[in-house]
């Protein structure tokens, strides 16, 4: 049976979908109603803006601990019905501070959509070995992967549009009906049973952030997955946050182009997750995983040097104006082969990291890389804000990422382990 008609994969695959949309929808909606609806100085919306981000953020540093260790703990599948429903109400504050065109009210709801996302975390990805055999694992984060971006774009696009187009009864009509339709999904999840039932959830977070970074740095393999996956989210929120810039200054797109841009990135990274399923074949390929870092290394280097030269772009185009150029034609193919890059990279990676964690800690290790992840990723914004400062161009950024990526191929390469549980990384095996 197809995954996406599994009774064990389609409602966590729905449930991530809509609450990847819902998360991205309301923080679109707070970033237009900073710039367009209230009375806020340049200067002082773009720190909002930053604020924002980091709102949502900061929760994966403080708390994804604490969810590996209820996901541990307690049947996964009842922890997700339970944050859900909570969201539902987190969903009603967003309406009503949309309504009030209250921006602090919108800060409080963006900051418990993020807690919620926090905990959750360690659940999306800890509770697919559970309910899937090892040989399923690949075409599921596939799925996972790419409806995640699907999701981010969508929200974001009709964030956009709910913004100029719609009032307050559409922000809340929408908000509201997909963390409905969240919670109708993880209520149909079966359950797991609990993990680790003698586990004794700590109240103190920073020590059981501590303790599961210790843990999954005792593991070489763990360590190195971990820092793989990493290095794929840093990429992507760097990626994420030059694109608009360099498609409207330097390419000449107008909102329409930058929002195909966009859509053309997350569609590609999806076509390369779910290339990287049809390559493992049920296997953990990790040499996908170098493949997809060599694609990622190029495709940046290229459009570093395609745009290096060019000059702003006075008057913004439509999209098929800019794609009928040379220039704009050349960066959506090195956009979506450095996306399709990403999606390779990714898959084999995270797919390991599930198949070498314990059954009884491998919420908790999900937990660990969600830390790592996000201190990747405030660390690269941090410094691409720096760089920017000191005057590094866009295209700069983008031939840095490039020979970056390269030496992180190399390094996947030379330290790549060679087994799954004991079996050749190659090979894999069917549970």
Same mark, same amino acid.
């Given at each position: 049976?197809?995954?996406?008609?599994?009774?064990?994969?389609?409602?966590?695959?729905?449930?991530?979908?809509?609450?990847?949309?819902?998360?991205?929808?309301?923080?679109?909606?707070?970033?237009?109603?900073?710039?367009?609806?209230?009375?806020?100085?340049?200067?002082?919306?773009?720190?909002?803006?930053?604020?924002? +981000?980091?709102?949502?953020?900061?929760?994966?540093?403080?708390?994804?601990?604490?969810?590996?260790?209820?996901?541990?703990?307690?049947?996964?599948?009842?922890?997700?019905?339970?944050?859900?429903?909570?969201?539902?109400?987190?969903?009603?504050?967003?309406?009503?501070?949309?309504?009030?065109?209250?921006?602090?009210?919108?800060?409080?709801?963006?900051?418990?959509?993020?807690?919620?996302?926090?905990?959750?975390?360690?659940?999306?990805?800890?509770?697919?070995?559970?309910?899937?055999?090892?040989?399923?694992?690949?075409?599921?984060?596939?799925?996972?992967?790419?409806?995640?971006?699907?999701?981010?774009?969508?929200?974001?696009?009709?964030?956009?549009?709910?913004?100029? +187009?719609?009032?307050?009864?559409?922000?809340?009509?929408?908000?509201?009906?997909?963390?409905?339709?969240?919670?109708?999904?993880?209520?149909?999840?079966?359950?797991?049973?609990?993990?680790?039932?003698?586990?004794?959830?700590?109240?103190?977070?920073?020590?059981?952030?501590?303790?599961?970074?210790?843990?999954?740095?005792?593991?070489?393999?763990?360590?190195?997955?971990?820092?793989?996956?990493?290095?794929?989210?840093?990429?992507?929120?760097?990626?994420?946050?030059?694109?608009?810039?360099?498609?409207?200054?330097?390419?000449?797109?107008?909102?329409?182009?930058?929002?195909?841009?966009?859509?053309?990135?997350?569609?590609?990274?999806?076509?390369? +997750?779910?290339?990287?399923?049809?390559?493992?074949?049920?296997?953990?390929?990790?040499?996908?995983?170098?493949?997809?870092?060599?694609?990622?290394?190029?495709?940046?280097?290229?459009?570093?040097?395609?745009?290096?030269?060019?000059?702003?772009?006075?008057?913004?185009?439509?999209?098929?104006?800019?794609?009928?150029?040379?220039?704009?034609?050349?960066?959506?193919?090195?956009?979506?082969?450095?996306?399709?890059?990403?999606?390779?990279?990714?898959?084999?990676?995270?797919?390991?990291?599930?198949?070498?964690?314990?059954?009884?800690?491998?919420?908790?290790?999900?937990?660990?890389?969600?830390?790592?992840?996000?201190?990747?990723?405030?660390?690269?914004?941090?410094?691409?804000?720096?760089?920017?400062?000191?005057?590094?161009?866009?295209?700069?950024?983008?031939?840095?990422?490039?020979?970056?990526?390269?030496?992180?191929?190399?390094?996947?390469?030379?330290?790549?382990?060679?087994?799954?549980?004991?079996?050749?990384?190659?090979?894999?095996?069917?549970?």
């Amino acid at each position: 049976m197809p995954l996406l008609l599994s009774r064990r994969f389609a409602p966590l695959f729905w449930c991530q979908f809509f609450a990847a949309f819902n998360d991205n929808f309301l923080k679109t909606s707070l970033v237009f109603l900073i710039l367009f609806g209230a009375n806020i100085t340049q200067s002082g919306a773009a720190v909002l803006i930053t604020l924002a +981000s980091a709102i949502f953020i900061a929760p994966y540093f403080f708390l994804s601990a604490l969810g590996g260790e209820l996901a541990d703990r307690y049947d996964k599948a009842r922890v997700a019905q339970w944050l859900k429903f909570c969201e539902i109400f987190v969903a009603l504050i967003a309406a009503v501070g949309y309504g009030r065109q209250s921006i602090a009210t919108m800060f409080v709801a963006l900051g418990l959509f993020g807690v919620i996302a926090a905990l959750f975390g360690p659940i999306k990805y800890g509770i697919l070995p559970d309910h899937l055999p090892r040989e399923k694992l690949p075409s599921a984060n596939a799925l996972i992967e790419g409806a995640t971006f699907i999701a981010i774009l969508t929200g974001t696009i009709v964030g956009g549009v709910a913004a100029h +187009s719609g009032g307050s009864r559409t922000f809340g009509f929408l908000v509201m009906g997909f963390a409905a339709a969240c919670f109708l999904s993880a209520l149909r999840i079966p359950p797991t049973g609990e993990g680790a039932p003698h586990l004794k959830v700590s109240r103190n977070i920073a020590a059981s952030t501590a303790a599961m970074l210790r843990h999954l740095r005792a593991d070489s393999r763990l360590w190195w997955g971990a820092m793989v996956t990493s290095w794929f989210w840093l990429v992507g929120i760097i990626v994420l946050s030059l694109l608009p810039p360099l498609i409207k200054t330097l390419i000449g797109g107008n909102e329409d182009t930058v929002t195909v841009y966009l859509a053309l990135f997350s569609i590609a990274v999806g076509a390369g +997750s779910g290339l990287a399923a049809v390559i493992a074949r049920g296997r953990i390929v990790l040499r996908t995983t170098v493949a997809g870092a060599a694609l990622i290394g190029v495709f940046a280097l290229d459009l570093g040097m395609v745009t290096f030269g060019a000059s702003p772009v006075l008057s913004p185009q439509a999209p098929n104006v800019v794609f009928a150029s040379p220039l704009g034609l050349r960066a959506g193919i090195d956009l979506a082969g450095l996306a399709i890059g990403g999606g390779l990279f990714i898959v084999p990676a995270f797919a390991a990291v599930q198949a070498w964690s314990d059954a009884d800690y491998r919420a908790r290790t999900v937990a660990a890389v969600n830390v790592l992840n996000a201190a990747f990723m405030t660390g690269a914004t941090v410094l691409v804000a720096l760089l920017q400062h000191f005057g590094v161009t866009v295209p700069m950024l983008f031939l840095g990422i490039g020979v970056a990526t390269f030496a992180v191929a190399l390094a996947i390469r030379r330290t790549m382990p060679r087994d799954v549980n004991g079996v050749p990384a190659e090979a894999g095996t069917p549970s």
